[in-house]
C-alpha cells in the first residue's frame, strides 16, 4: 500500500498542507470547490506507482492550508503563483499540473502564466475557454434573469457562507449528490434568486451514494466543519476580477488531456468540443460514460487508467 506523507510547506508567502506520496517526475494535484486534498485519495496511489512523485495540496483557503483574509487573496494570480510554489519547494522546473473543478480553472491558467514549467496538462471537469468580451457576472445575469444561479449568489460575502456552514453535513450531503452522476440533473431545482438559498435548489440523495463511504465523506464533514467554506467561496468572488486580470485569446500549450463525467453539468455550458481551437496539443478528450461532476471519485479506475496511459505517453 502506497505510504502517503503529510506536510506544512511553505509556498506565494502562505503556509500549504500537503500530502505526497511516490518518487520521480512530479505531479501536482489540484482540487475544486468544496474539496480537500482528500479528493485524490484514488489517484495518488496509482500515479505514485507509476513511478511519479505526486503532491496533493489542500489549495489556497481550503484545509489545513492557510486561509488568508481578504477577498483579494484568492484572485488567479496568486492561486496560480501558489502552484509555482509547489514547483519551487521541490526543487522542480516542470511538473505535470492536473486540476478538477476550480483547480483545473487553476491549472489553465498555471499553464498559460509558465508552459515552460508544464511537462503536461491534465484537466478534469472543467474546459479551458479563453475569456469573454464581457464580465462574467454580467453575463449570467442576463442569461438566467430573475432566476436563481449559485455563483451569483456567491458574491456577496455572508449569506452563502452562513447558509453552508450552518449545517455542514448536509450542505455537502446535497452537494456530492446532486452534482453527481446518480442525481444530475434530476435533482437541481429552478428557483427564483429573491429569497432562494443554494441549499433550496440542490436535492438529499435518496439512498446513500456508492461511490464514497460514510467514513470518507466524514473527512469532508470534519474538515469544513472547522474551516467553513468562505475560502473556497473567495475563489468565486474573483471572478469577475480574473476576467479584468487576463488577457484574450491566449491558448494553452502545453501536451493536454482531458476528463470528464458524461453528466457533469459544467458540460452543458462548456462543450469539451470548444477547446479544439484553444489547446494546441490535446491528446485526448475521455469522456466517462453515465458519472457526474465528481468524476475521479465516481469512476476512479477510468481516471487512473486514462492519467496514467496519458503519461507513459508524454
Not at 107 to 125: D, K, M, Q, T, Y
Not at 135 to 152: C, N, S, W
Not at 198 to 210: A, F, K, M, V, Y
Amino acid at each position: 500500500m502506497t505510504d502517503i506523507q503529510h506536510r506544512q510547506i511553505d509556498s506565494n508567502g502562505i503556509s500549504m498542507h500537503v500530502a505526497e506520496a511516490g518518487d520521480g517526475p512530479l505531479v501536482v494535484l489540484c482540487h475544486g470547490f468544496p474539496e480537500l486534498w482528500y479528493s485524490w485519495r484514488h489517484q495518488i496511489p496509482a500515479i505514485a506507482d507509476a513511478g511519479y512523485r505526486v503532491v496533493a495540496p489542500d489549495m489556497r483557503g481550503y484545509g489545513r492550508t492557510d486561509q488568508p483574509p481578504e477577498v483579494t487573496d484568492y484572485d488567479m494570480p496568486r492561486l496560480v503563483g501558489d502552484v509555482a510554489g509547489i514547483l519551487d519547494h521541490y526543487g522542480s522546473e516542470q511538473a505535470v499540473v492536473v486540476g478538477h473543478d476550480w483547480g483545473a480553472a487553476v491549472v489553465w491558467g498555471f499553464a498559460i502564466a509558465h508552459p515552460e514549467r508544464c511537462s503536461a496538462v491534465i484537466n478534469l471537469s472543467v474546459p479551458y475557454r479563453p475569456r469573454g468580451p464581457r464580465r462574467p457576472m454580467e453575463a449570467i445575469k442576463e442569461l438566467v434573469g430573475d432566476g436563481f444561479f449559485y455563483q451569483l449568489y456567491f458574491q456577496p460575502v455572508g449569506p452563502a457562507d452562513e447558509e453552508l456552514a450552518g449545517d455542514v453535513r448536509t450542505s455537502l450531503r446535497r452537494m456530492a449528490y446532486s452534482w453527481s452522476g446518480d442525481g444530475f440533473p434530476h435533482a437541481m431545482k429552478q428557483k427564483p434568486a429573491a429569497g432562494t438559498g443554494l441549499l433550496d435548489t440542490i436535492s438529499d440523495p435518496p439512498e446513500p451514494p456508492d461511490w464514497i463511504t460514510d467514513d470518507e465523506f466524514g473527512v469532508y464533514v470534519d474538515e469544513f466543519t472547522r474551516t467553513g467554506f468562505t475560502g473556497g467561496l473567495n475563489w468565486y468572488r474573483n471572478i469577475d476580477r480574473n476576467w479584468e486580470l487576463s488577457e484574450p485569446d491566449q491558448k494553452v500549450t502545453p501536451p493536454t488531456l482531458f476528463v470528464a463525467g458524461e453528466r457533469d453539468g459544467v458540460l452543458a455550458f462548456i462543450p469539451p468540443d470548444a477547446m479544439d481551437d484553444w489547446v494546441t496539443d490535446l491528446r485526448a478528450k475521455v469522456i466517462v460514460p453515465e458519472e457526474g461532476h465528481w468524476v475521479q471519485q465516481e469512476a476512479p479506475q477510468a481516471v487512473n487508467d486514462a492519467i496514467v496511459s496519458f503519461l507513459r505517453e508524454v
